[in-house]
């Protein structure tokens, strides 16, 4: 990754002469002297690929006399602290292996920054997202003002850092489009074992275990987000975590899960038959699903608005709930009549994707707020986004039986590229007759 370059493409949309200011997350207490797992903050990262907490980075753009400069704020060698805790570079290491023109001890941060806010024209800076740093530029503002007399001016313009950078980050350069590859193929991977290993009368967090195995097998960080493994009725809950149910014969299991790898997250869900038969009512819902993500991934394409791979998988799954009886044909003349009234809402409660990168609901504006009416934006080359469309029948009146607990969605991770998209994730075996064929055959 070329992180230079890219604190120089920022620097370069900054007014000359102004400075940016952007931490990295704090560390966060567990409980007692445990800390939950680091994990440093996205936009900190992209700028510096530097991973330690306890860091700032600050950009100078360029002036007429002086090129652009970037300063790395971190901890200190600390002998004591290092074999307690590991490995610390320390500013000079920081300095040359990140690339940064200059470090200095995060200790010091207070001292370089009233020295260079002086006269610059512009802070840009993410006011209110880490309230011990905006005390701390405050501090920095008010010092900088107590030197009017000597003619030493404090910026004059304060600019939201983060939609620059958030801007930057949603398309991703052939580097970010690799590793998000590899780490599609790991989560592939992650999804196919666990269909291996189910069978009835096994956990929920079984097959969380065949996971989180082939992620950190693979290198993965952590998981890019807490896995969901919801089997029967649990697959209606869309943010059910738990993961303690003992699975049964006939039931199917629903696995949102993604690995993180190297700051990049993958987000994919299979729906499978624990004993590796679907119903024909599983069956019948399983391939309307797969048929509106088919209808949205042809709606993917440069120029495309990022709206319309969402209503395409809509008019699929709608057309569907007609057809099988789940919405009441008689009171609609037509899909969009059905659409406008949001008849599907019980059955289909979200959108069919979001940005994906290194958080995995990425940053990046989905509207056009330039126009008055604010329309969907076209997507772009390199843009990555997620399509998973989904269905869920809880039991209702009017609603089929041979449909209720059936909670089912299939998600996959795609590039757009010059003119389609690339598959991601192509590694989770996703028809009827591959799952079928795999699903239990670690028993064999
Ligand atoms: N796993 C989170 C999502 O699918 O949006
Ligand atoms: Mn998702
Ligand atoms: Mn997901």
């Excluded at 994707?353 to 390199?382: C, F, I, N």
């Excluded at 998209?421 to 996703?430: C, F, N, Q, V």
Aim: charge should be negative; charged fraction near 25%.
């Amino acid at each position: 990754m070329d992180y230079a370059a890219r604190r120089a493409r920022l620097a370069a949309q900054m007014q000359p002469g102004a400075v940016a200011v952007l931490p990295t997350a704090p560390e966060v207490l567990r409980n007692g002297d445990s800390d939950y797992p680091y994990r440093h903050d996205s936009a900190f990262y992209y700028l510096t690929g530097f991973t330690e907490p306890d860091s700032v980075l600050v950009l100078v753009a360029a002036t007429d006399d002086k090129p652009a400069r970037s300063i790395l704020f971190c901890r200190e060698k600390n002998v004591e602290r290092e074999i307690w805790d590991g490995y610390r570079h320390g500013p000079e290491a920081a300095r040359t292996t990140f690339g940064v023109d200059d470090a200095y001890p995060i200790a010091e941060l207070d001292t370089h920054m009233a020295r260079l806010l002086a006269n610059a024209p512009a802070l840009y800076y993410a006011l209110a997202s880490n309230a011990a740093l905006d005390a701390q530029v405050m501090g920095w503002l008010k010092a900088v003002r107590a030197q009017a007399r000597t003619g030493t001016t404090a910026p004059g313009t304060f600019v939201n850092l983060l939609p620059l950078l958030d801007e930057m980050r949603l398309i991703k350069d052939a580097d970010e489009q690799a590793l998000m590859l590899r780490a599609g193929e790991i989560s592939g991977r992650a999804h196919e074992r666990a269909m291996r290993a189910a069978r009835p009368g096994m956990a929920e967090y079984e097959l969380e275990a065949e996971l989180l195995y082939v992620f950190r097998k693979n290198g993965a960080q952590f998981p890019a987000y807490t896995p969901i493994v919801a089997s029967g009725p649990n697959a209606c809950i869309l943010h059910y975590n738990v993961n303690d149910r003992t699975m049964r014969d006939g039931d199917l299991v629903l696995i949102d899960a993604g690995c993180e790898l190297d700051g990049y997250a993958s987000d994919i869900t299979r729906t499978f038959p624990v004993n590796g038969r679907f119903t024909d009512a599983q069956r019948t819902l399983y391939e309307l699903v797969l048929a509106a993500q088919d209808a949205a991934l042809e709606a993917i394409a440069p120029g495309r608005p990022y709206s319309a791979f969402h209503e395409a998988a809509l008019r699929v799954l709608v057309q569907g709930m007609l057809d099988l009886g789940l919405v009441d044909k008689s009171k609609y003349a037509s899909v969009d009549d059905a659409i406008a009234d949001k008849a599907h809402v019980p059955f289909y409660m979200h959108g069919t994707g979001h940005w994906l990168g290194m958080d995995v609901h990425d940053v990046g504006a989905y509207r056009d707020v330039t126009q008055a009416e604010k329309p969907s934006r076209p997507l772009a080359e390199g843009m990555v986004v997620t399509v998973e469309p989904g269905i869920y029948v809880r039991p209702a009146d009017g609603v089929p039986e041979r449909f209720w607990h059936i909670g089912i969605r299939i998600e996959d991770d795609v590039v757009v590229t010059n003119d389609g998209y690339r598959l991601l994730s192509a590694a989770a075996p996703k028809t009827v007759a591959e799952i079928e064929a795999i699903v239990g055959t670690a028993h064999d």
